[in-house]
């Protein structure tokens, strides 16, 4: 693993921390150089990955949108939350603000996952939409993919590998749930979105590329919408979502013991309403994991099915959606050595 210093000098040394600071010289500002530094940083890890199995970003680009879309970032004491960007309606810009009490390294990542929300931000229509977040839902997908991308460039500008691993208790009020993920938060939107694209046959890049466009969700419909079973589905899908992401938030904020009873009723950001608790977020993530896994299984050949079915095992988050799906793997697999006996029995056609 590369050190600050180390990383910092060939930041420096390229002219690239110049580059940055030279994009923002005729802009009112206030950023420092630690993060005129993890800018580049950022900018340069995106070079570094191939362009097509990477996000397909021009690093040059996203150096020249910065001044437009960043006015600050501030190192401050959140409490308990690592980052946070907002408007700042001073200038219509984003702002960044990093918890002040973070080391070095967890600055690095959160900040890239701030970065992130701001390259992706946009205002359409008087409201603030960014990634898959359209003002209504899907901000449930937007924290996983940003997070998912942060910890990416993170791996690539320390020069280690992105890790996958079981995560006990990464699951607020559901410790039945265990992700396999990479990821240093929002696991279980992550684990979603590997069975996302185990489901719709996408690969995760591709889907994270989509977050930077400002048509991304919408391709992302039309690509959840033309597998059969999931016509006119996916605002329904996004909802659920968006409900497990508002319960976790709720969780966050200390209202556990008050969403251990009786279903409330629950107002999300923007102000759409539902009823629930810890069990209705239970049985949403049970729904939305067991379906993505048999739209797998409905909308791929029983080779491919056979032969990457494991891909999808290790993300389903109990040990009773995993049983559920493999014995519908042996179920085919079974079917498939009854057909392929009944073909030799019956011998050539003459």
Do not use: W
């Not at 600055?107 to 939409?129: G, M, P, S, V, W």
């Not at 909308?299 to 559920?324: G, I, M, R």
Request: charged share 20%.
């Amino acid at each position: 693993m590369k050190s600050r210093e180390q990383r910092e000098r060939e930041l420096i040394d390229s002219g690239l921390v110049d580059s940055v600071k030279a994009q923002f010289r005729n802009v009112n500002h206030n950023i420092s150089d630690k993060y005129f530094i993890l800018m580049a940083d950022y900018i340069d890890s995106i070079g570094q990955l191939d362009f097509e199995g990477g996000l397909y970003l021009d690093p040059v680009n996203v150096a020249k949108s910065l001044p437009q879309l960043l006015s600050s970032v501030m190192d401050v004491n959140l409490g308990g939350i690592h980052g946070r960007t907002t408007d700042d309606e001073r200038t219509n810009k984003s702002k960044i603000e990093m918890n002040s009490t973070m080391d070095y390294q967890s600055t690095k990542l959160y900040f890239f996952h701030e970065l992130t929300h701001a390259l992706q931000t946009r205002k359409i229509d008087n409201h603030e939409e960014c990634a898959f977040y359209n003002g209504k839902t899907g901000m449930f997908l937007t924290e996983g993919a940003t997070q998912f991308t942060a910890e990416i460039l993170y791996n690539v500008s320390n020069g280690t590998n992105i890790q996958y691993r079981q995560q006990p208790g990464a699951v607020r009020g559901h410790r039945e749930h265990i992700p396999y993920s990479a990821l240093s938060e929002y696991q279980l939107n992550g684990n979603i979105i590997m069975l996302l694209s185990a489901s719709l046959g996408i690969p995760l890049n591709q889907i994270l590329a989509l977050g930077y466009r400002k048509d991304g969700r919408q391709q992302l419909k039309e690509m959840y919408e033309v597998i059969s079973g999931n016509e006119g589905k996916f605002e329904e899908f996004m909802f659920e979502l968006e409900q497990i992401y508002t319960i976790d938030k709720l969780l966050i904020a200390g209202y556990g013991n008050q969403l251990q009873g009786a279903p409330l009723n629950i107002e999300m950001q923007d102000g759409q309403t539902f009823v629930g608790n810890i069990q209705t977020q239970g049985d949403l993530i049970n729904k939305v994991e067991r379906e993505l896994a048999a739209s797998f299984l409905a909308n791929n050949e029983t080779d491919y099915v056979l032969a990457n079915y494991s891909k999808v095992a290790q993300y389903l988050t109990t040990p009773q959606l995993q049983q559920t799906f493999m014995n519908a793997i042996n179920e085919i697999a079974t079917m498939q050595n009854s057909n392929i006996q009944e073909q030799m029995q019956s011998g050539p056609r003459k």
